[in-house]
């Protein structure tokens, strides 16, 4: 997206105009998404209607927007598991209740929800982040689509480079989990998917990608290298 438009006619422009509100300044996009993605994005919207406003302010803590989200988050994540490991339940148990609870809030917020936050108060920025919300849902989905297609079509393409992370990464993991506590790592792994938002909007997320990618750069001109001295011996 970007808030100058162009000239190409296929680009499309989104404009807001609420008497309810003040005006503010009118952003523009230009974005051409495939009809199936444009599909799931309007069907996600439809989706998470009642949960709009929940969403949008869960957002707002999830990519930071204070100082002290991050630690609310990582407070809240603890004070959970802490409650896990006193009580501790089966695994059972836990996806029992879990279900329970998120049964009982989508049973209880369209109701309560109508009621606590009025239509008046629903504005076109709050639409603009809802859409830009729905629309970056879909697109992560498709981006780990993506990468785990370019993953496995490395088995054709560098055999040798598949096998080889595929048996470090299970390897690893299986020492992982023979190390730790089962619900230990529930916990780092549940804390790092509320605090990836957060550091995906700050740029956290792509430095390190930049460094995982330069190492695995380097490690396959190593393996082909090796593979070539190979062949001439």
Do not use: C
């Given at each position: 997206m970007a808030d100058q438009a162009g000239d190409s006619p296929s680009e499309s422009k989104y404009t807001h105009s609420f008497e309810t509100e003040p005006p503010y300044e009118t952003r523009e996009y230009k974005f051409t998404y495939p009809s199936i993605m444009e599909a799931q994005i309007r069907k996600l919207?439809?989706?998470?209607?009642?949960?709009?406003?929940?969403?949008?302010?869960?957002?707002?803590?999830?990519?930071?927007?204070?100082?002290?989200?991050?630690?609310?988050?990582?407070?809240?994540?603890?004070?959970?598991?802490?409650?896990?490991?006193?009580?501790?339940?089966?695994?059972l148990t836990?996806?029992?209740?879990?279900?329970?609870?998120?049964?009982?809030?989508?049973?209880?917020?369209?109701?309560?929800?109508?009621s606590m936050f009025k239509p008046e108060m629903w504005t076109a920025r709050k639409e603009q982040e809802y859409e830009e919300f729905c629309t970056n849902v879909i697109l992560y989905k498709a981006r780990l689509e993506l990468s785990w297609a370019r993953f496995y079509k490395m088995k054709s393409t560098n055999r040798k480079m598949y096998f080889l992370?595929?048996?470090?990464t299970l390897s690893a993991l299986a020492w992982i989990g023979c190390t730790f506590n089962n619900l230990f790592l529930s916990y780092v792994f549940v804390t790092f998917l509320l605090l990836f938002p957060g550091m995906e909007h700050n740029g956290i997320i792509t430095k390190w990608s930049e460094y995982v990618g330069t190492f695995l750069m380097e490690l396959m001109r190593q393996t082909k290298s090796k593979g070539s001295q190979e062949k001439d011996d």
């Open positions: 919207r439809h989706g998470l209607e009642n949960w709009r406003e929940i969403i949008l302010g869960a957002k707002r803590v999830l990519v930071w927007e204070k100082q002290w989200h991050p630690t609310a988050i990582v407070g809240g994540s603890t004070i959970l598991f802490t409650f896990l490991w006193l009580l501790d339940p089966s695994i836990v996806f029992s209740v879990f279900g329970l609870v998120l049964t009982i809030f989508d049973y209880l917020i369209p109701s309560i929800g109508s992370l595929t048996m470090i």
